[in-house]
């Protein structure tokens, strides 16, 4: 800005307006290409801080989605990892097909039902995924027995919620997920076990899979028997609502049609 009058409020309000410098009359070229050229350099420097401003910007984006493709190269790794280590587990008790992936299913679709929303249904599909992880700590001659257990083996044979929690607990993604196997053969009565918890006590997680489990339990193959159908499950699941298994729960599962449980099952039931 250049001008004859030199007033404080004059000078203030040019500046105000966006003038990078206020010059008064008379003035001496020189003193103009000084200013000129301090006016361009701050023109560079702020067109400079721009462009860099810009490139960081594009750089931040470009790492952000470098990491989150790795995060989620991560995740499948993990993934298949406990897919693969489940479907070992599976094989040992001869299941037919995966049971652990089954009830993983069963569970997830009982929750959705039941309005169960991320970040918990991650956590409900590694719980129930994993649920019998601890029965690595059971001896074969225990879990692979053909007749009935005798007090003594039942004792072993109930160590294994423990087991799977301490296996996991102290694994960081998988830390809610041991507190689901922890609960998943408690009963709403209090008579299940390791701890004989009962009522809201036990994780909704845990009650949710209880039916899950059952589900498919009974209409599975199983080596002592041929599948149970359909009607006989559900018929069980209302014999024991309010005893094994959370009364509300059991409404909002039996709330779910035929069709969609076998949709997930991939077969048809009985």
Not at 22 to 48: G, H
Not at 51 to 65: A, D, I, P, S, W
Not at 73 to 99: K, M, Q
Request: include cysteine; aromatic fraction near 6%; glycine fraction near 6%.
């Amino acid at each position: 800005m250049i001008t004859a009058l030199s007033d404080m409020e004059t000078a203030l309000s040019t500046i105000h307006l966006g003038a990078d410098d206020y010059i008064t009359k008379p003035f001496s070229v020189d003193n103009i290409v000084v200013k000129a050229k301090n006016a361009l350099e701050k023109r560079r420097l702020i067109l400079e801080n721009r462009k860099y401003q810009n490139e960081l910007e594009l750089k931040v984006l470009e790492q952000t989605r470098v990491i989150r493709a790795a995060m989620e190269e991560i995740n499948l790794s993990y993934e298949s990892t406990l897919s693969a280590l489940v479907r070992s587990l599976d094989a040992r008790e001869s299941e037919v097909g995966s049971h652990s992936e089954r009830v993983m299913n069963y569970t997830l679709l009982l929750a959705r039902n039941m309005g169960i929303t991320e970040p918990d249904l991650s956590i409900i599909a590694k719980g129930a995924l994993l649920h019998d992880i601890g029965k690595i700590g059971v001896s074969d001659n225990i879990l692979l027995k053909p007749g009935k257990l005798t007090p003594e083996e039942w004792i072993e044979m109930k160590k294994h919620p423990q087991i799977g929690h301490d296996i996991l607990s102290d694994i960081k993604f998988l830390k809610g997920a041991s507190e689901f196997i922890l609960s998943h053969h408690e009963r709403f009565d209090g008579k299940g076990y390791p701890n004989g918890v009962k009522g809201p006590e036990i994780p909704i997680s845990a009650r949710i899979f209880a039916l899950a489990d059952t589900l498919d339990a009974m209409t599975s193959d199983r080596p002592y028997r041929k599948a149970l159908p359909y009607k006989v499950m559900r018929e069980e699941i209302m014999t024991c609502k309010g005893s094994q298994f959370d009364p509300e729960i059991v409404e909002e599962f039996l709330a779910i049609r035929r069709e969609q449980w076998e949709e997930v099952a991939g077969h048809r039931f009985i």
